[in-house]
């Protein structure tokens, strides 16, 4: 693929192997066709999609109440909180708010093309333009290298924030270049300056962004940024004597893509989670998609046969507890709000690559009667939607939900009682080490479902915050061992770091075994065996046992506790050698059976953050069984069940 100072496809990736080197210059079809939906003036493709009435009519409806109101707005006082107060999401909102209404007046103004409609266009526009900056204050580095705490105008970064700021105008001017060069002429050439002065240049000059992964493996970051460059490079890059900059930029961004697509593990996986999949993996789908369009098919990921690509759209429904609940490791939620993900962009990708699982999976999330995308998903998304016939027709019908997954990059299990169901129990176990992406000191964890509703949980992130991402990241008590369903070892949680890792993983019938000792600097531990499989006998259970080589204590005094852990959502009624939970949504409750010997005890964490407590509610608790004095235990989970059909 390209250099990154040519038009011709440098860095030897999947991509690079499956074209060659090949000049975009001349494969690049014109910027006002490079982008997948039609222009406004094409009244008769909007008319097929004003027939999505309960997106178009809601959208509409939205943005004809917004007419006259003010605009968000972004301040300086709030960017700054970052650095005082660690909050960074008074200015986001505000930042998000604007260009989810600036989404609603351009499909508003498609639609309708009345003047009041393309005069919020323009403002929405005019106000993206004068914004200080299109990064987020939480990613801006002008502190770090200018000691300022706003923007510093000459010296812009590129980030996520950038990226949409300009694929979002770039979409925009796609649809209604035509009816902003007649209502609000120059608007358009603003728009270009602005690209360029904010993105274009200072992506081509500095080479040093780390999110390219030069020095690391690439996340999310790196195709999230890449496919909006791409997007405003098809279309914003169409002035006179630009054809060589507009091919050299896509160039550049499909090179460091390609690190990406090459860093993509065989089966698909990502170790970030499944939320970060719709902003990583899809993204670079989605960039595929693109450059194949904007290439008349010459350059066509898809039929490439990369088998990273295939793999990694079943990734999404492989993580599927049940209806919304997912397997949430890392950063993830456990119940991701459905309206937020681009269900289309799935569906799409999932049958150009030919998984019938997948597009059914994105399928049956398309309800009738209800809108077929949201503003919430970006611009580009909602227009590529309610662009999609087949999307917008979609018939919903059940979703995969594979009896067994084993994800080998991961080192992560999923085993339910029978596949196509959500009913009875499901598990989900991990191996991994403590050193990924949005990481978590979670190594041998572990996610029990009833019904498809977690009883047995992984807590998943409150809101971001300046510490989330910094040298305290592990203050906070979700990110610790000591907050999932993992053993404490004398006192002393895992530690973070990809060298504290799992060891002799294997993947067995309905679960995994492996060895968590290597993820706790704890003297004298020598191992400690974590067996957790789905039994799904006759009466399926859970079981967890546990067997590990500790040194006997010596340094004097009371040898510190070593417990093993669960995170439970519901209510919890402790018994002698057991408990009784009550599982959210009204799933089935379970019980969980350990030796009667075994002291236990509860603590509740009350969740004050909005992001947990839409999840789970207003607490969790953690269930600690007391082992200083044993060297194994095996603990069970099971339905609670009073006459054998409850147990089916």
Request: charged fraction near 25%; glycine fraction near 8%; proline fraction near 7%.
């Amino acid at each position: 693929m390209p250099t990154e100072s040519t038009a011709s496809l440098s860095f030897p990736g999947p991509l690079a192997a499956a074209f060659g080197p090949i000049d975009l210059t001349a494969l690049l079809v014109p910027a006002d066709r490079a982008l997948p939906v039609p222009p406004a003036t094409d009244r008769a493709a909007w008319a097929a999609i004003a027939a999505d009435r309960p997106t178009i009519d809601r959208i509409v409806a939205a943005a004809e109440k917004e007419h006259g109101t003010p605009w968000p707005q972004t301040l300086a006082s709030d960017a700054a909180r970052y650095h005082r107060d660690g909050d960074r999401s008074a200015w986001e909102d505000a930042a998000f708010s604007r260009q989810r209404r600036l989404s609603r007046a351009v499909v508003a103004a498609a639609v309708t093309l009345d003047d009041a409609r393309i005069d919020d266009v323009a403002d929405g526009i005019a106000l993206l333009c004068e914004q200080s900056s299109w990064c987020w204050p939480a990613h801006d580095d002008a502190f770090a290298r200018h000691g300022s705490v706003v923007p510093v105008a000459d010296d812009p970064f590129v980030d996520l924030g950038a990226g949409e700021a300009v694929a979002q105008l770039a979409w925009a001017d796609q649809v209604l270049g035509d009816a902003l060069d007649e209502r609000f002429p120059g608007l358009r050439a603003r728009i270009r300056f602005e690209a360029s002065r904010r993105v274009f240049t200072p992506f081509l000059t500095r080479r040093d962004w780390w999110w390219i992964g030069h020095e690391r493996t690439p996340i999310n970051w790196n195709a999230w940024i890449h496919a909006n460059v791409l997007a405003a490079a098809l279309r914003l890059l169409d002035g006179p004597g630009e054809a060589e900059l507009r091919a050299r930029t896509v160039a550049t961004a499909a090179t460091d893509l390609d690190r990406f697509v090459a860093a993509l593990p065989a089966d698909g996986a990502i170790d970030e989670g499944y939320g970060y999949w719709w902003e990583g993996a899809l993204r670079a789908l989605e960039a595929l998609d693109l450059l194949t369009f904007a290439t008349d098919g010459k350059v066509d990921a898809y039929a490439a046969g990369i088998p990273a690509l295939r793999a990694t759209v079943a990734y999404p429904h492989s993580m599927q507890l049940g209806d919304e609940w997912f397997v949430n490791v890392a950063d993830g939620r456990a119940k991701p709000p459905s309206g937020l993900l681009p269900w289309s962009a799935l569906h799409r990708a999932a049958r150009r690559l030919g998984d019938s699982d997948a597009a059914a999976f994105a399928a049956s999330h398309r309800l009738p009667g209800t809108p077929s995308a949201t503003e919430e998903q970006g611009l580009g998304r909602l227009l590529r939607a309610i662009a999609d016939e087949h999307w917008v027709t979609a018939t919903p019908g059940e979703p995969p939900l594979p009896r067994d997954v084993w994800l080998p990059s991961v080192e992560l299990a999923v085993a339910r009682e029978t596949g196509g169901t959500a009913r009875g129990l499901t598990l989900a176990a991990k191996g991994g080490h403590n050193g990924e992406s949005h990481n978590h000191n979670d190594v041998g964890s572990f996610i029990v479902a009833v019904d498809g509703v977690p009883v047995v949980v992984d807590a998943g992130r409150p809101t971001y915050t300046a510490q989330t991402f910094g040298p305290h990241r592990y203050d906070i008590w979700t990110m610790q061992s000591s907050w999932h369903s993992v053993p404490e070892v004398r006192g002393v949680p895992q530690s973070a770091g990809s060298e504290f890792a799992a060891g002799h993983v294997r993947p067995e019938d309905g679960g995994i075994a492996l060895d968590l000792a290597g993820a706790y600097d704890v003297p004298g531990l020598r191992s400690w065996h974590r067996r957790v499989r789905l039994d799904r006998g006759t009466v399926a259970r859970v079981h967890i046992d546990d067997a590990w080589d500790l040194d006997p204590w010596t340094a004097g005094g009371a040898e510190p506790e070593t417990t093993v852990r669960m995170l439970v959502a519901g209510e919890v009624r402790l018994s002698h050698g057991g408990a009784h939970i009550i599982p959210l949504e009204g799933a089935r409750p379970v019980v969980v059976r350990w030796p009667a010997e075994v002291e236990a005890r509860t603590t509740e964490v009350e969740l004050d953050d909005a992001l947990l407590a839409d999840v789970w509610g207003t607490r969790l608790t953690r269930l600690d069984l007391v082992v200083t004095d044993l060297r194994a235990l095996s603990v069970t989970v099971e339905l609670f069940v009073t006459t054998p059909e409850e147990s089916r």
